[in-house]
């Protein structure tokens, strides 16, 4: 086993409400599937890390593992939750200083299962695996994917499914639901507890200071703010934005029903268990405002002295997503069709855009991918009438910018991914993987790898895939 694991369990001073220590549920059989050099490298594991596998498919009880407990609203209902299956190995401080939890996910009941087996199937982790990776790649706050193994064990869901241990890294899993958790299981004190231990996490600066759990708040809400808007732009829905799966450090987690957007529509909804919509592509920003809410009513005793006063300060934040989220969602919006700085007149450019994307149909990525190589023909609006003159329109603000084609392109490149996780990939990654076979699942995380190259052959990767496959359906089936 190698020394370059550096685990700590600070998580294990707060009361013991917060976590299980149950027994671990060993696998006879794991082999390792899936490995992330580049994440390793970056926690200063070295070579033996990897031979591990025992690690990595939980079988090994020890001092700084442990299962989180949590709440959380789960489209829009209030449960108590926790890691049912899933098993924190501890917060690993890499050579560069920096904690982070690694977490296995499939690694056994825990005394927070409600019934479940504790297990999770390949595919799902498969895709998991491909969509945090490439969200780290196109430079959206995530969690991290370091290891699939595969348990060598069946599981049963829609029939046998062969069961897998996603490894999982992130700055910490501390989420909206666990505030909720410690308002609603334990007193004022262990949400005092747990904020104070959330600020030592993430944002130490603010510790000591007399106003730190509004100013808290107040950075959890734009972190996720920024976050959500950079969801939007580039057509990502997540499928499940429950108040358990809002990370307090802004990076997202749990991809499980999630789909970027082919056809671009803004109620779009791919999860099969989303059946009313609540999550769909245009609702992302509200939902998160909504779940933020939750948070900041956990916190209302410590922001003042009066509810009432309490109230005040939590709502100006809570006004104050929307402003954040707007001024990310819009500038982001320009900067995807070449304009530098934003303008009066911009947000009405971009939205007549979306209309017209959204009445021709057009593929959400592409449109994007086309204005940035200047592939107007390609586009299915250029004919027409309303589309002729958006491009005019377009084509004359940027000449009021009175920059060089190179400075534009150069934007609209770093912010149009020549390549998103298409759908079909991911699926045809998942089938081969339940087979057994990952080189699909590894020759897509390669082109995944460089979103923005637009020099790379990409070529199949850029196809939306045969219409006949849609309405595209992801399943928990998890
Ligand atoms: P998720 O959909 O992965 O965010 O999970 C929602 C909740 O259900 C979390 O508390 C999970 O730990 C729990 N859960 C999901 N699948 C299982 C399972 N197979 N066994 C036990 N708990 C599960
Ligand atoms: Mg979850």
């Given at each position: 086993m190698t020394n370059s694991w550096n685990f700590e369990a600070t998580y294990l001073d707060l009361r013991d409400i917060f976590y299980d220590r149950g027994p671990v549920h060993p696998v006879d059989k794991p082999v390792l599937v899936l490995w992330n050099e580049a994440l390793a490298e970056t926690l200063g594991l070295d070579a033996e890390a990897r031979q591990d596998v025992a690690l990595f498919a939980g079988n090994r009880q020890t001092d700084t593992s442990f299962s989180q407990a949590y709440a959380g609203h789960q489209f829009g209902h209030f449960t108590m939750l926790g890691d049912g299956r899933a098993l924190m190995l501890g917060e690993h401080v890499a050579p560069n200083g920096k904690r982070v939890d690694v977490q296995l996910k499939g690694s056994g009941p825990t005394e927070?299962?409600?019934?479940?087996?504790?297990r999770a199937a390949v595919g799902p982790m498969v895709r998991e695996f491909l969509i945090s990776e490439a969200m780290h790649a196109l430079g959206i706050p995530t969690n991290r994917a370091l290891a699939v193994v595969t348990t060598g064990e069946p599981i049963m869901r829609q029939g046998p499914k062969h069961g897998a241990i996603l490894t999982r890294v992130a700055s910490s899993h501390l989420r909206v639901g666990t505030f909720q958790y410690a308002a609603a299981a334990g007193s004022i004190d262990d949400v005092i507890a747990l904020a104070d231990y959330a600020i030592h996490r993430h944002d130490p600066d603010l510790e000591g200071k007399p106003d730190r759990y509004e100013q808290f708040l107040g950075r959890v809400i734009t972190r996720q703010a920024k976050l959500i808007a950079e969801w939007q732009l580039v057509g990502f829905i997540h499928g499940v934005m429950n108040t358990d799966n809002t990370f307090i450090s802004g990076e997202g987690l749990d991809y499980g029903p999630c789909a970027f957007m082919d056809t671009y529509h803004p109620n779009t909804v791919f999860s099969s268990i989303d059946r009313e919509g609540r999550y769909a592509y245009a609702n992302q920003p509200y939902i998160e405002s909504w779940n933020l809410a939750r948070l900041a009513e956990t916190l209302l005793p410590l922001l003042a002295d009066t509810q009432e006063a309490a109230v005040d300060i939590a709502n100006k934040l809570l006004n104050d997503y929307t402003e954040t989220y707007k001024d990310a969602y819009f500038t982001g919006l320009a900067h995807k069709i070449g304009l530098y700085v934003r303008k009066d007149g911009d947000d009405a450019l971009t939205d007549e855009l979306l209309r017209l994307m959204m009445e021709s149909e057009a593929d959400f990525t592409n449109t994007f991918r086309a204005l940035t190589l200047g592939d107007t023909d390609a586009l299915v609006f250029a004919k027409q009438d309303d589309g002729k003159a958006w491009l005019a329109a377009w084509r004359k603000r940027l000449g009021e910018q009175g920059l060089p084609d190179e400075d534009v392109t150069r934007l609209m490149r770093q912010h149009n991914p020549a390549v998103i996780p298409r759908n079909h990939h991911v699926e045809a990654a998942i089938q081969a993987a339940e087979r057994g076979d990952f080189d699909p699942t590894h020759a897509l995380l390669d082109v995944l790898r460089n979103p923005y190259d637009y020099e790379a052959d990409c070529g199949r990767y850029v196809s939306p895939g045969p219409p006949r496959t849609y309405p595209y359906q992801t399943f928990c089936g998890t």
């Open positions: 927070y299962s409600r019934g479940g087996d504790g």
